[in-house]
Protein backbone atom coordinates (compact mmCIF):
# COMPACT_ATOMS: atom_id res chain seq x y z
CA UNK A 1 0.00 0.00 0.00
CA UNK A 2 1.61 3.23 -1.15
CA UNK A 3 0.40 5.10 1.70
CA UNK A 4 2.19 3.13 4.39
CA UNK A 5 5.56 2.60 2.75
CA UNK A 6 5.83 6.30 2.30
CA UNK A 7 4.58 6.91 6.27
CA UNK A 8 6.51 4.10 7.68
CA UNK A 9 10.18 4.49 5.17
CA UNK A 10 10.13 7.62 5.93
CA UNK A 11 10.65 6.78 10.00
CA UNK A 12 13.32 4.26 9.03
CA UNK A 13 16.83 6.82 9.69
CA UNK A 14 19.47 4.83 9.21
CA UNK A 15 22.49 5.37 6.82
CA UNK A 16 22.24 2.22 5.04
CA UNK A 17 20.38 2.12 1.67
CA UNK A 18 16.77 1.65 1.20
CA UNK A 19 15.12 -0.66 -1.09
CA UNK A 20 11.30 -1.15 -2.03
CA UNK A 21 10.74 -4.72 -2.71
CA UNK A 22 7.40 -5.50 -4.30
CA UNK A 23 7.85 -8.25 -6.07
CA UNK A 24 7.92 -11.43 -4.05
CA UNK A 25 7.91 -15.29 -4.48
CA UNK A 26 5.80 -17.59 -2.36
CA UNK A 27 8.90 -17.89 -0.14
CA UNK A 28 9.85 -14.72 0.00
CA UNK A 29 12.01 -14.77 2.46
CA UNK A 30 14.71 -16.70 0.71
CA UNK A 31 13.87 -13.46 -1.69
CA UNK A 32 16.09 -11.44 0.32
CA UNK A 33 19.33 -13.88 0.16
CA UNK A 34 19.22 -12.50 -3.27
CA UNK A 35 20.39 -8.92 -2.48
CA UNK A 36 23.46 -7.76 -2.56
CA UNK A 37 24.58 -6.95 1.12
CA UNK A 38 26.46 -7.92 4.26
CA UNK A 39 22.97 -7.57 5.79
CA UNK A 40 19.63 -7.32 5.00
CA UNK A 41 16.69 -5.46 7.26
CA UNK A 42 13.13 -6.11 6.07
CA UNK A 43 10.46 -4.00 7.39
CA UNK A 44 6.60 -4.52 6.57
CA UNK A 45 4.64 -1.27 5.45
CA UNK A 46 2.60 -1.23 8.42
CA UNK A 47 5.51 -1.37 10.81
CA UNK A 48 6.33 1.77 12.12
CA UNK A 49 10.11 1.79 13.49
CA UNK A 50 9.78 4.69 15.85
CA UNK A 51 13.14 4.58 17.33
CA UNK A 52 15.68 3.69 14.94
CA UNK A 53 18.78 4.22 17.52
CA UNK A 54 18.03 0.42 18.22
CA UNK A 55 19.19 -0.31 15.16
CA UNK A 56 22.60 -0.36 15.28
CA UNK A 57 23.15 -1.70 18.59
CA UNK A 58 21.04 -4.58 17.47
CA UNK A 59 23.08 -5.38 14.50
CA UNK A 60 26.78 -5.01 17.01
CA UNK A 61 24.70 -7.48 19.42
CA UNK A 62 24.16 -10.01 16.82
CA UNK A 63 27.66 -9.68 14.99
CA UNK A 64 29.22 -10.63 18.50
CA UNK A 65 27.29 -13.38 19.47
CA UNK A 66 27.61 -15.11 15.95
CA UNK A 67 23.67 -14.95 14.81
CA UNK A 68 22.35 -14.74 11.55
CA UNK A 69 19.04 -14.07 12.08
CA UNK A 70 16.79 -11.91 14.11
CA UNK A 71 12.75 -11.68 14.22
CA UNK A 72 9.73 -12.61 16.45
CA UNK A 73 8.84 -16.51 16.47
CA UNK A 74 5.53 -16.83 14.76
CA UNK A 75 4.07 -18.65 17.83
CA UNK A 76 3.87 -18.72 21.13
CA UNK A 77 4.70 -14.61 21.87
CA UNK A 78 1.03 -13.00 20.83
CA UNK A 79 -2.00 -14.09 20.74
CA UNK A 80 -2.26 -13.21 16.91
CA UNK A 81 0.22 -15.86 16.11
CA UNK A 82 -0.25 -19.23 17.50
CA UNK A 83 1.98 -21.05 14.65
CA UNK A 84 5.39 -22.70 14.51
CA UNK A 85 7.94 -20.78 17.30
CA UNK A 86 11.23 -21.94 15.81
CA UNK A 87 10.48 -19.69 12.39
CA UNK A 88 10.15 -15.89 12.80
CA UNK A 89 7.32 -13.48 11.06
CA UNK A 90 8.62 -11.38 8.91
CA UNK A 91 7.15 -8.26 9.47
CA UNK A 92 10.75 -7.16 10.81
CA UNK A 93 13.46 -9.25 10.13
CA UNK A 94 16.70 -8.80 9.96
CA UNK A 95 19.93 -11.11 8.19
CA UNK A 96 23.17 -11.14 8.33
CA UNK A 97 23.40 -12.11 4.72
CA UNK A 98 27.33 -12.59 4.27
CA UNK A 99 27.44 -14.63 7.17
CA UNK A 100 24.55 -16.83 5.84
CA UNK A 101 25.48 -17.45 1.85
CA UNK A 102 28.95 -18.70 3.45
CA UNK A 103 26.78 -21.63 3.99
CA UNK A 104 24.26 -21.46 1.33
CA UNK A 105 24.65 -23.82 -2.25
CA UNK A 106 21.74 -23.79 -3.55
CA UNK A 107 18.92 -21.58 -2.64
CA UNK A 108 16.03 -24.13 -4.25
CA UNK A 109 17.33 -26.24 -0.99
CA UNK A 110 16.15 -23.80 1.29
CA UNK A 111 13.21 -22.89 -0.23
CA UNK A 112 12.01 -26.63 0.07
CA UNK A 113 13.76 -27.44 3.45
CA UNK A 114 11.24 -29.44 5.76
CA UNK A 115 10.37 -29.60 9.49
CA UNK A 116 12.35 -31.90 11.59
CA UNK A 117 11.22 -32.77 15.38
CA UNK A 118 14.41 -32.30 16.69
CA UNK A 119 14.45 -28.95 15.53
CA UNK A 120 12.01 -28.46 18.85
CA UNK A 121 14.84 -28.12 20.72
CA UNK A 122 15.68 -24.25 19.34
CA UNK A 123 12.16 -23.38 20.44
CA UNK A 124 13.02 -19.74 22.20
CA UNK A 125 13.00 -19.52 25.96
CA UNK A 126 10.87 -16.35 25.87
CA UNK A 127 7.72 -18.81 24.25
CA UNK A 128 8.13 -20.80 26.93
CA UNK A 129 8.32 -18.48 29.60
CA UNK A 130 4.88 -17.50 28.51
CA UNK A 131 1.42 -19.21 28.08
CA UNK A 132 0.60 -18.47 24.44
CA UNK A 133 -0.59 -21.23 21.30
CA UNK A 134 1.94 -22.46 19.02
CA UNK A 135 2.41 -25.58 16.94
CA UNK A 136 5.73 -26.88 15.75
CA UNK A 137 3.61 -26.97 11.88
CA UNK A 138 4.80 -25.88 7.96
CA UNK A 139 1.82 -23.73 7.71
CA UNK A 140 3.94 -21.22 5.97
CA UNK A 141 5.74 -21.20 2.51
CA UNK A 142 8.55 -19.61 4.00
CA UNK A 143 9.53 -21.42 6.61
CA UNK A 144 12.37 -23.67 5.01
CA UNK A 145 15.19 -20.35 5.57
CA UNK A 146 14.45 -21.44 9.29
CA UNK A 147 14.51 -24.83 9.71
CA UNK A 148 17.32 -24.79 7.22
CA UNK A 149 19.14 -22.50 9.66
CA UNK A 150 18.24 -24.98 12.63
CA UNK A 151 20.05 -28.05 10.73
CA UNK A 152 23.32 -26.01 10.29
CA UNK A 153 22.71 -24.86 14.13
CA UNK A 154 23.47 -21.34 12.89
CA UNK A 155 21.73 -19.14 15.81
CA UNK A 156 18.80 -17.18 15.53
CA UNK A 157 18.09 -13.85 17.90
CA UNK A 158 13.94 -14.18 18.53
CA UNK A 159 12.77 -11.13 19.50
CA UNK A 160 10.26 -10.71 22.03
CA UNK A 161 6.98 -8.42 21.37
CA UNK A 162 3.55 -7.23 23.67
CA UNK A 163 0.53 -5.99 22.55
CA UNK A 164 0.26 -2.77 22.18
CA UNK A 165 -2.72 -1.59 24.67
CA UNK A 166 -3.08 1.48 22.58
CA UNK A 167 -6.10 0.53 20.62
CA UNK A 168 -9.31 -1.73 21.79
CA UNK A 169 -8.85 -3.96 18.99
CA UNK A 170 -5.66 -5.51 20.68
CA UNK A 171 -4.33 -6.16 17.37
CA UNK A 172 -1.29 -4.31 17.12
CA UNK A 173 2.04 -5.18 18.77
CA UNK A 174 5.41 -3.91 20.08
CA UNK A 175 8.18 -5.41 18.74
CA UNK A 176 11.46 -5.31 21.72
CA UNK A 177 15.16 -5.07 20.81
CA UNK A 178 17.90 -7.68 22.14
CA UNK A 179 17.33 -5.37 25.70
CA UNK A 180 14.07 -5.45 26.16
CA UNK A 181 13.13 -2.00 24.57
CA UNK A 182 10.24 -1.42 22.32
CA UNK A 183 11.31 0.46 19.23
CA UNK A 184 8.59 -0.63 16.55
CA UNK A 185 4.70 -1.25 16.28
CA UNK A 186 3.18 -3.68 13.70
CA UNK A 187 -0.29 -3.02 12.88
CA UNK A 188 -0.84 -6.12 10.78
CA UNK A 189 -3.37 -6.71 8.17
CA UNK A 190 -1.97 -3.87 5.40
CA UNK A 191 -3.97 -5.28 2.79
CA UNK A 192 -7.22 -4.17 4.88
CA UNK A 193 -5.86 -0.54 4.60
CA UNK A 194 -7.71 0.04 1.81
CA UNK A 195 -9.93 -2.22 -0.78
CA UNK A 196 -10.47 -2.55 -4.58
CA UNK A 197 -14.08 -0.90 -5.28
CA UNK A 198 -15.52 -3.02 -7.18
CA UNK A 199 -19.83 -2.98 -8.02
CA UNK A 200 -19.98 -6.43 -9.70
CA UNK A 201 -23.45 -5.99 -10.79
CA UNK A 202 -22.02 -3.71 -13.77
CA UNK A 203 -18.86 -5.61 -14.52
CA UNK A 204 -19.31 -8.21 -16.71
CA UNK A 205 -16.86 -9.07 -18.44
CA UNK A 206 -12.64 -8.38 -18.01
CA UNK A 207 -12.71 -5.75 -20.78
CA UNK A 208 -15.70 -4.58 -18.55
CA UNK A 209 -13.43 -4.36 -15.10
CA UNK A 210 -10.42 -2.92 -16.86
CA UNK A 211 -12.75 0.05 -18.40
CA UNK A 212 -14.14 0.41 -14.95
CA UNK A 213 -10.68 0.56 -12.94
CA UNK A 214 -9.03 2.88 -15.99
CA UNK A 215 -11.73 5.39 -15.33
CA UNK A 216 -11.31 5.53 -11.50
CA UNK A 217 -8.27 7.59 -10.13
CA UNK A 218 -8.21 5.72 -6.89
CA UNK A 219 -10.29 2.59 -7.06
CA UNK A 220 -9.35 1.76 -3.33
CA UNK A 221 -11.75 2.79 -0.48
CA UNK A 222 -11.37 2.40 3.25
CA UNK A 223 -10.63 -1.14 4.46
CA UNK A 224 -12.04 -2.54 7.88
CA UNK A 225 -8.57 -1.83 9.39
CA UNK A 226 -8.30 1.61 7.73
CA UNK A 227 -9.16 3.42 11.19
CA UNK A 228 -7.19 0.94 13.27
CA UNK A 229 -4.03 1.46 11.13
CA UNK A 230 -4.14 5.33 11.26
CA UNK A 231 -4.58 5.65 15.15
CA UNK A 232 -1.37 3.63 14.88
CA UNK A 233 0.24 5.92 12.70
CA UNK A 234 -1.20 9.17 14.87
CA UNK A 235 0.42 7.42 17.82
CA UNK A 236 3.70 7.10 16.06
CA UNK A 237 4.16 10.73 14.77
CA UNK A 238 3.44 11.65 19.36
CA UNK A 239 6.35 9.19 20.00
CA UNK A 240 8.38 10.81 17.05
CA UNK A 241 7.73 14.21 18.06
CA UNK A 242 8.34 14.10 21.79
CA UNK A 243 11.74 11.83 21.06
CA UNK A 244 12.92 14.70 18.84
CA UNK A 245 11.93 17.44 20.89
Known sequence: MPELYQFSSK????PYKKKRLTKWSNTYTTDLLNIKAD??????????????????PLLMYMEENGYVCAGMPDGGVL???F???????AFFLVLHRKAIVKHMNDIEEIKNFRWHEEYR??????????DRKYEYCECESFYG????LCSLRLPILYMDAEEWIGEYERTSCLLKDHTGVPFLLHTWYSHRYRVLRIRLRTVRSGRQLLQYLRSKISPLKKG???ERINRAMDYVKKVKKNTNS
Open 11 to 14: LVNL
Open 39 to 56: WVIHIDEDSFMFDSSRIE
Open 79 to 81: DIR
Open 83 to 89: HNPVACN
Open 121 to 130: EFTPAIVKEK
Open 145 to 148: LYFW
Open 224 to 226: PSY
